[in-house]
C-alpha cells in the first residue's frame, strides 16, 4: 500500500512494482517483516484491547515506515507527496 498513495498507476504495475522491490532488497523486506511481527506479538502478551486497537495501526505504521525508505530512492522528486 506504500506504492498505492506514492504513484497513480493501474494496480497491475503497482503490483508488478512491488515484486520488482521486493526482490531487489530482500534483506530489507525480511527486516521490515520481522519489525511488523513485534506489535503483533507484543499484543499477545497484552490485554486484548490492545490487539483490537493498537495492533494494526502499529504494523501498518513500521510497514509504511520501512517501505518508504526503499521507495523514496526510487520516485522522482516531483512524484513525492511528501517526505
Request: proline share 6%; hydrophobic share 55%.
Amino acid at each position: 500500500w506504500p506504492l498505492l498513495v506514492t504513484q497513480d498507476q493501474p494496480l497491475r504495475v503497482l503490483l508488478t512494482n512491488a515484486l520488482r522491490l521486493a526482490f531487489a532488497h530482500p534483506l530489507n523486506g525480511a527486516g521490515v517483516a520481522l519489525l511488523a511481527a513485534l506489535p503483533i506479538v507484543g499484543s499477545i502478551l497484552l490485554p486484548g484491547f490492545f490487539l483490537l486497537t493498537c495492533t494494526g495501526a502499529g504494523t501498518a505504521l513500521l510497514v509504511q515506515w520501512g517501505a518508504w525508505r526503499i521507495i523514496r530512492r526510487y520516485v522522482n522528486l516531483e512524484e513525492r507527496i511528501t517526505e
